[in-house]
């Protein structure tokens, strides 16, 4: 079954130490994945793409198709970086399978 | 660009009513899905509509159902409420399977 894990409920960081969000998947295929990101009284929106391999707002995330993951990073993290963050893996274009999500908090 | 629209924002119902949802998607977005947000089972999907037809459904039962019209908007429908709808309902539009933008949600209480 498809399926995303997130096995951290919440992240907490000092401003400035690097973050590791970790996300693990189980697809048969070759999966599309991204992380959405919910900031305070905002809506759901997406972060990052790994078919596009880029970085925003300093974070990045490699697909890693033999540990079956796709952990989102961040060398020095900003007390703005504090949301939910979720793992969503694309089923068949259109359907997202989200992982339970993380809360990172950043304390200055 | 407006973004993608769901009304009302906040339900409440009795158990045993039905609800119906709305979504107005991005101009130009044929693509809708919906979304059901708990605290115990995270994001769940619901259904995806394109183009007025159901392309995908998830593992929910016959008593949610969905529609999308010829202007692409789109409306879920909960039948004989229960308590465990209690939820927050995301709808999402998107151009491309690449990336779904997500509407701020109706949130349902049901008592």
């Known amino acids: 079954a498809q399926r995303v894990t997130q096995p951290e409920k919440l992240l907490s960081v000092f401003k400035g130490a690097p973050v590791e969000l970790k996300c693990n998947y189980s697809y048969s295929g070759s999966p599309e994945l991204f992380w959405y990101v919910q900031y305070s009284r905002q809506r759901l929106q997406l972060l990052l793409r790994?078919?596009s391999r880029e970085s925003i707002k300093g974070f990045t995330a490699d697909l890693n198709k033999g540990e079956t993951s796709f952990h989102l990073k961040k060398p020095f993290a900003q007390e703005e970086d504090s949301a939910m963050y979720y793992c969503a893996l694309d089923n068949q274009g259109g359907k997202l399978i989200f992982g339970q999500g993380t809360e990172l908090s950043v304390k200055p | 660009k407006a973004g993608v629209t769901q009304t009302p924002r906040y339900l409440i119902k009795t158990r045993g009513q039905q609800v119906t949802l709305s979504c107005s998607p991005i101009?130009?977005?044929?693509?809708v899905s919906w979304y059901q947000q708990t605290p115990g089972q995270g994001l769940q999907f619901l259904f995806e509509y394109f183009s007025e037809t159901q392309r995908n459904k998830g593992n929910f039962p016959g008593r949610f159902s969905g529609r999308q019209f010829s202007n692409s908007r789109s409306e879920m429908n909960v039948s004989t409420l229960e308590l465990g709808d209690s939820a927050l309902y995301l709808c999402?539009?998107?151009?491309?399977?690449?990336?779904?933008?997500f509407g701020q949600g109706t949130r349902l209480t049901v008592v």
């Open positions: 790994h078919i």
């Open positions: 999402a539009s998107s151009l491309s399977p690449d990336e779904a933008f």
């Open positions: 101009s130009g977005h044929r693509s």
